[in-house]
């Protein structure tokens, strides 16, 4: 089993910046791809970011390339996600998820994934 802890999460104006951070336990060695996710209210949990364990490759969303920046620290079992530029639409609770599959390339649609933190909310408003 694999237990995941997000923080990070808060209120922060447009144009702001946030780090969330995932903290991963248990069975962590066999971890292969971690990712993040969100779920704004009445809409679908989305794939915002996802990276490879091994190889660091990562995957963005369109909505998000080029403003959030996914990174792993695989001593300490933490993957973080830098969020720059932050828009109204970004928020959402973010989750952060973990697979323990090898995969060809990075994951990232939501079925793929077997292990699911409780989530941080993320709201950006003046």
């Known amino acids: 089993q694999v237990q995941l802890v997000e923080s990070g999460g808060g209120l922060v104006q447009p144009g702001g910046s946030l780090r969330l951070s995932c903290a991963a336990s248990?069975?962590?060695?066999?971890?292969?791809?971690m990712g993040w996710y969100r779920q704004a209210p009445g809409k679908e949990r989305e794939a915002v970011s996802c990276?490879?364990?091994?190889?660091?490759?990562?995957y963005y969303s369109d909505s998000v390339k080029g403003r959030f920046t996914i990174v792993k620290d695989n001593p300490n079992h933490l993957v973080h996600l830098q969020m720059e530029n932050l828009k109204p639409e970004d928020t959402a609770v973010y989750y952060c998820?973990?697979?323990?599959?090898?995969?060809?390339?990075?994951?990232?649609?939501?079925?793929?994934?077997?292990?699911w933190g409780q989530g941080t909310q993320v709201t950006v408003s003046s």
């Open positions: 998820a973990a697979d323990r599959a090898v995969h060809s390339t990075v994951p990232y649609k939501v079925t793929s994934y077997d292990y």
């Open positions: 248990g069975n962590i060695v066999s971890i292969t791809s």
């Open positions: 990276i490879s364990m091994i190889d660091a490759s990562t």
